[in-house]
Structures are given as C-alpha cells and as structure tokens.
C-alpha cells in the first residue's frame, strides 16, 4: 500500500470522530500502523526495502507536521517469511497482541 495512502487512511479516522471513542491502536498521543512484509526468504530483498520505505515516510510525517492530529505514528513490522501461515499468524498478532489501527 502506498505510503501517502497509510497517511490518508490514518488521518479520515481521525477525522471521522473514531479517535474520539476509544479505538484500537488509536491513542492521545500516537497512531500505531502495523505491516506484514518479507523480512526473511527468497523476498526479503523486496519486504526489506518496504518495511523501510514505509518507515522513512512515517518518519518524515512525524517530524514535519507532528504526525496526523498531534499523533505520532508508530510502524509495527512482523516477518511472515514468504510462508502463508506465517503470515496468519502475524496479522494475528498485529492485531490480538499489538493492538494496530491499521495493516499496510
């Protein structure tokens, strides 16, 4: 997903009022995205440079304009290993365990 869209999707929840109610991974002070990426196997090449490309902009989104509505994104990468079911169980714990607002 493109990283300007993260951003995007990130900041209509914001907008939309859901940060007003308690929502997962939404706190007063940061946003936590979370992605699932090659880190390991015959892709990691690839996932490697999106795991960092993705880090970059929300780095560069965090230092211009202090984040999205005063919050901080937080990127969370897991390795699925170019294997499905390690992939299954990272979207799980993305969600279950690190609690993300949002997969890219």
């Not at 990130?10 to 699932?36: D, F, H, M, P, R």
């Not at 690839?46 to 999205?68: C, F, P, W």
Request: aromatic share 2%; hydrophobic share 40%.
């Amino acid at each position: 997903m493109n990283k300007t869209k993260i951003a995007m999707l990130a900041a209509l929840a914001v907008a939309s009022g859901l940060a007003g109610a308690q929502t997962q991974g939404v706190s007063k002070n940061e946003i936590v995205v979370g992605t699932i990426q090659d880190l390991s196997g015959p892709l990691a090449g690839y996932g490697k440079q999106a795991r960092n490309g993705m880090q970059l902009r929300i780095d560069e989104l965090n230092e211009q304009s202090g984040g999205i509505h005063g919050r901080k994104l937080k990127l969370i990468a897991e390795d699925d290993g170019y294997d499905p079911k390690k992939a299954v169980l990272a979207a799980q714990k993305l969600v279950n365990q690190d609690k993300v607002f949002i997969v890219a």
